[in-house]
Structure formats: structure tokens, C-alpha cells
């Protein structure tokens, strides 16, 4: 009898997990078909900005599907968004094959492609209408210790920073900015802080002409 109801808890919790998959494919669909009628490219913020207001963790797990999405060349880290706000990001680097180095330690390399995209993700949450291009033209890591284990990724922009950064960008189509990425372990203790350049670059959408 204890097996028979083990079974179908089971059953029940692989139904739940496949009926949630789909309808977060049916979301990410939905989206990507409305964005491409628009003439807009679909982006890890445009996921966000829909579904975050039913779901947070709808919103991150779609996140983070869509970062293998958007961004092929890091497609295969896992990568995982555990939080997305206007002002701060938390990336997740899960310590599979791939990450890990040699000494199976998290790759350095890993480490700075993550925070790359969690840079790009926090700032194009704010992006303005059109095209909006965002390059690193400079980073600089110092690495603490090693780590051989899953670790977060912190960044945080401040609202000054960031509305005259967007000002700039609004009045020039152009404007740098720095990042500061900080890297925790499962202990809270600081493995890296990587440092990036970045530059904005902003083509405002056209107006129809009549």
C-alpha cells in the first residue's frame, strides 16, 4: 500500500513539473511571436518585464532558459537567475564539467563569461526603445580562492548611476559605464571580484511615417 501511494505521489509530482514546463514554453512562444511581429528581438529582459508580475520564479526559470537562448556562446553552463530586480542581479554558476577546471575548481574563464551576462542582463532590463548595443571593452578580475562548488554572482547599480548613464545615453547614443561583479561561494565568502568596461551604444526606433 506505502508503495502503491509513493507511486503515485511521483506520478503526480512528474505531471506538475511537466505541466509548469509547458506552460512556460507556451509563455516564452507567445512572447517571441509578439516581439517578432514588432520588429523587436527577443531578449532575456523582454521575458522578464512579462512574466515577472505572475511569477517570480517563472520569471527567473524563463530567464534562464532564455540566457541559453539569447547568448549561444553560453549555452551549456547552466547558468540560473535567483534574482532580477531594477538595481541588483544573482547569477548562479553551477560547478558541471564544463565551469571546472583542471584542479576541479571553477574556471576562471566561467566565471568572468558569467559575470559578462549578468552585466548585460541587469543593464538591458533598462534599455531603451530601438537598438541597444552593449560591449566590454576592459575587464579586470582578482580571484581570492578557488572554489569547487556552485557560486553566486552579485552585481548592483545604483539609481544615480544608472539614470545618468540612461541620460547620457538618451542625449548621445553613447555612454560608458563600469561594473563591479562580486563572486560568493555556498559560505558566503568572497571567491572573485571582476571588474568591466562597458560601452552603450543606442539606434532609437523610427517613428512610421505616414
Given at each position: 500500500m506505502n508503495q502503491q501511494w509513493l507511486t503515485i505521489l511521483m506520478s503526480k509530482g512528474i505531471e506538475l513539473e511537466q505541466n509548469l514546463r509547458q506552460q512556460l514554453q507556451s509563455a516564452k512562444d507567445g512572447l517571441k511571436s509578439q516581439l517578432e511581429e514588432r520588429g523587436i528581438r527577443l531578449g532575456a529582459a523582454d521575458l522578464a518585464a512579462l512574466l515577472e508580475e505572475i511569477s517570480p520564479k517563472a520569471s527567473h526559470a524563463?530567464?534562464?532558459?532564455?540566457?541559453?537562448?539569447?547568448?549561444?556562446?553560453?549555452?551549456?553552463?547552466?547558468?540560473?537567475?535567483?534574482?532580477l530586480s531594477d538595481t541588483q542581479v544573482e547569477m548562479v554558476i553551477p560547478a558541471r564539467t564544463r565551469n571546472m577546471s583542471?584542479?576541479?575548481?571553477?574556471?576562471?574563464?566561467?566565471?568572468?563569461?558569467?559575470?559578462?551576462?549578468?552585466?548585460?542582463?541587469?543593464?538591458?532590463?533598462?534599455?531603451?526603445?530601438?537598438?541597444?548595443?552593449?560591449?566590454?571593452?576592459?575587464?579586470?578580475?582578482?580571484?581570492?580562492?578557488?572554489?569547487?562548488?556552485?557560486?553566486?554572482?552579485?552585481l548592483e547599480l545604483s539609481e544615480q548611476s544608472r539614470e545618468i548613464i540612461l541620460t547620457q545615453v538618451r542625449d548621445n547614443r553613447e555612454a560608458k559605464a563600469e561594473a563591479e561583479v562580486k563572486v560568493f561561494d555556498e559560505h558566503e565568502q568572497a571567491i572573485a571580484e571582476i571588474r568591466l568596461n562597458l560601452n552603450f551604444k543606442h539606434m532609437p526606433a523610427l517613428s512610421g511615417q505616414g
Open positions: 524563463a530567464l534562464s532558459y532564455a540566457l541559453d537562448i539569447v547568448r549561444p556562446f553560453s549555452a551549456g553552463m547552466g547558468l540560473r537567475i535567483s534574482r583542471e584542479e576541479n575548481a571553477l574556471h576562471e574563464g566561467a566565471l568572468i563569461t558569467a559575470a559578462v551576462e549578468a552585466s548585460k542582463l541587469l543593464w538591458m532590463r533598462h534599455a531603451p526603445i530601438g537598438g541597444f548595443q552593449i560591449t566590454v571593452t576592459h575587464t579586470e578580475a582578482n580571484f581570492f580562492k578557488t572554489c569547487s562548488e556552485e557560486c553566486r554572482l552579485r
